[in-house]
Nanobody, 130 residues
Framework: EVQLVESGGGLVQTGGSLRLSCAAS????????IGWFRQAPGKEREGVAC????????YYANSVQDRSFISSNMGKATVSLRIDGLNPEDTAVYYC???????????????????????WGRGTQVTVSS
């Protein structure tokens, strides 16, 4: 059974940092890309960051570029996402998801396109207080 379980959400003050974790099981973790998405109240879900586990190539959305870091732990089949400089606009339910990466030019790439992701976790709430 495929499982993706998020953890690390909570209440954080503006300017603070948070480290989210996604624990994966039931599929070939090293052959997949793991993406983080978020959905704020009343808004559509959006991509935040992803990483292709095949060669650990990351990709970040503009909204978190330069203040976030995504990494994989192959031995534990987990992906972590750290976001610094949190602000109230970062308040959302954060989901991790798994997809096959894109192979191009000798490297593997992930994409923050929801329809490419086959497996999803249930999400973890992140609330940033002002």
């Amino acid at each position: 059974e495929v499982q993706l379980v998020e953890s690390g959400g909570g209440l954080v003050q503006t300017g603070g940092s948070l480290r989210l974790s996604c624990a994966a099981s039931g599929f070939a973790f090293d052959e997949y890309a793991i993406g983080w998405f978020r959905q704020a109240p009343g808004k559509e879900r959006e991509g935040v960051a992803c990483i292709s586990n095949a060669d650990e190539t990351p990709y970040y959305a503009n909204s978190v570029q330069d203040r976030s870091f995504i990494s994989s732990n192959m031995g534990k089949a987990t992906v972590s996402l750290r976001i610094d400089g949190l602000n109230p606009e970062d308040t959302a339910v954060y989901y991790c998801a798994a997809s096959r990466p894109t192979y191009y030019g000798g490297s593997y790439y992930c994409r923050l396109m929801e329809d490419r992701y086959n497996y999803w976790g249930r999400g973890t709430q992140v609330t940033v207080s002002s």
